[in-house]
């Protein structure tokens, strides 16, 4: 998974809202300048091209500069016994570092599995982890699909 896609994904929630607040915003502020004083225009355009990108740039150190973000774009494969467990193994990037311990997800921990776009995301309890997993990445008939629930086409 790249560091884009991650961003999307974990960061899609988050900009949706804070984008349908700011784009609110945006079109008051524009609404009244047109209707009294076209001076607060500028303030729309303040609202768009200085607000936003600090929000965008919060977004990425708040969610893709945290550990979290570090586990899910670290190489790893994905173990899964159906009604037991999931398993992530981490792999070493390169000869020089040590790959992080397996991590154990028990069956009873999943809180939230869904197929959104090209990736399955799966949420546990007590975490903000998500665990996000390529649909590029799964076999045919894998057990994956047992977990979120979807079909084969």
Request: hydrophobic content about 50%.
């Amino acid at each position: 998974m790249s560091p884009a896609s991650y961003f999307r994904t974990i960061g899609g929630s988050t900009i949706a809202k804070t984008i349908g607040l700011l784009a609110a915003a945006v079109l008051i502020a524009a609404a009244i300048g047109v209707v009294f004083d076209l001076r607060i225009l500028l303030v729309a355009l303040i609202i768009a091209f200085i607000i936003i990108p600090f929000v965008i740039g919060h977004i990425y150190f708040s969610k893709l500069l945290t550990t979290d973000a570090q586990a899910a774009l670290s190489p790893k494969h994905v173990d899964i016994i159906p009604g037991t467990m999931i398993r992530e193994v981490f792999e070493s990037a390169d000869e020089e570092n040590q790959p992080r311990a397996p991590r154990d997800w028990g069956w009873d921990e999943i809180t939230d599995r869904r197929l959104t776009g090209k990736n399955i995301i799966i949420s546990f309890r007590n975490t903000t982890y998500k665990l996000i997993i390529p649909t590029s990445a799964i076999k045919p008939k894998s057990a994956i699909y047992e977990v979120v629930e979807i079909t084969e086409e």
